[in-house]
Nanobody, 123 residues
């Protein structure tokens, strides 16, 4: 089983940037497809981005396409989310998640989750 720990959240002004990291341990990180999801107060958890186990393909929600970049370093067992041109509507708790092999945009398909990191974008 894999354990996930997110870091890098914080408070940033609109238009600013943040880089989230997700450190994995306890499993074969390179065998897992990885995703980033977010949840704002009173809203359902929503898909942000996903990446294949090999890193060869990436997927994005329309709301973040062109602003966010997902990447992974299998040698370091770490997943990243580079967030640029942040907007107040990006404010949420961001979670990384792992799923063996197959990529999915549905949070219901991921079995392993981190504890989340808060991102707050002020206007």
């Amino acid at each position: 089983q894999v354990q996930l720990v997110e870091s890098g959240g914080g408070l940033v002004q609109a238009g600013g940037s943040l880089r989230l990291s997700c450190a994995a341990s306890g499993g074969t990180f390179s065998g897992y497809a990885m995703g980033w999801f977010r949840q704002a107060p009173g809203k359902e958890r929503e898909f942000v981005a996903a990446i294949r186990w090999s890193g060869g393909s990436t997927y994005y929600a329309d709301s973040v396409k062109g602003r966010f970049t997902i990447s992974r370093d299998n040698a370091k067992n770490t997943l990243y989310l580079q967030m640029n041109s942040l907007k107040p509507e990006d404010t949420a708790v961001y979670y990384c998640a792992a799923r063996w092999r197959s990529t999915s945009t549905s949070h219901r398909d991921y079995g392993y989750w981190g504890q989340g990191t808060q991102v707050t974008v002020s206007s």
